[in-house]
């Protein structure tokens, strides 16, 4: 069974903390990941992917991508209010397969 | 990024007529389109993978003959919901493909109600 791990959350962080989401996968020979926001009543819009191992950073945001351990991970740095979303972890594990994991809903307080 | 567009954003529709939901890729060419079902405060349900110019692949448990899937040009693939029922309330999203790295452009999302 391939899948997609994420914590439900919610994740609540105070304004200005990094948040840390996370997500596992179970198919070793999965390429390509993706992380993905979607606010409440909105479709998911693309924040980035990763594909080699180690950290990709994009403005505030930074992926990380371990594939030994089969995990990767999204960092906000400088929570604002309005990352406030549910973010959904995505992995490609060949061709046209991508698998969405449930998604955690991130909080941040002002 | 890519830019994908679906029309209708909303309909409301009688119980046993059909709708029909549009998803077109506007500035690039994508041969795989998506086709995703989200209840309120659920996860992403994938229904279909639409190919240019070949016949959808459904997942199990959806209905082929109730949500009819055209993908006549490298544009634009289209959603028939037929003979609706309330129970397919939801709001429908496409999202276009692109091959490398594989990653999802979505569509704006159809919030279908079936009364």
């Known amino acids: 069974q391939k899948e997609v791990e994420q914590n439900s959350g919610p994740l609540s962080v105070p304004e200005g903390a990094i948040a840390s989401l996370n997500c596992t996968y179970s198919d070793r020979g999965s390429q390509s990941f993706f992380w993905y926001r979607q606010y409440s009543g909105k479709s998911p819009e693309l924040i980035m992917f990763i594909y080699s191992n180690g950290d990709k950073e994009d403005g505030r945001f930074t992926a990380q991508l371990n594939k030994a351990s089969q995990y990767v991970s999204l960092l906000i740095r400088d929570s604002q209010p309005s990352d406030s979303a549910t973010y959904l972890c995505a992995v490609n594990t060949g061709g046209f397969k991508t698998i969405f994991g449930a998604g955690t809903r991130l909080f941040v307080k002002a | 990024g890519a830019v994908v567009s679906q029309h209708p954003s909303w309909v409301i529709c009688k119980s046993g007529t059909s709708v029909k939901i549009e998803c077109r890729s506007l500035?690039?060419?994508?041969?795989?389109m998506f086709w995703y079902r989200q209840f309120p405060k659920q996860s992403l349900m994938l229904m279909a993978t639409?190919?240019?110019?070949?016949?959808?692949?459904?997942e199990q448990g959806v209905e082929k003959d109730k949500f009819l899937i055209n993908h006549a040009s490298l544009t634009l693939s289209t959603l028939t919901v037929t003979s609706a029922h309330p129970e397919d309330s939801s709001f429908y999203i496409c999202s276009a493909h692109l091959t490398s790295p594989g990653e999802q452009y979505f569509g704006p999302g159809t919030r279908l109600t079936v009364t």
């Open positions: 500035d690039f060419q994508a041969t795989t």
């Open positions: 639409s190919n240019e110019g070949s016949k959808a692949t459904y």
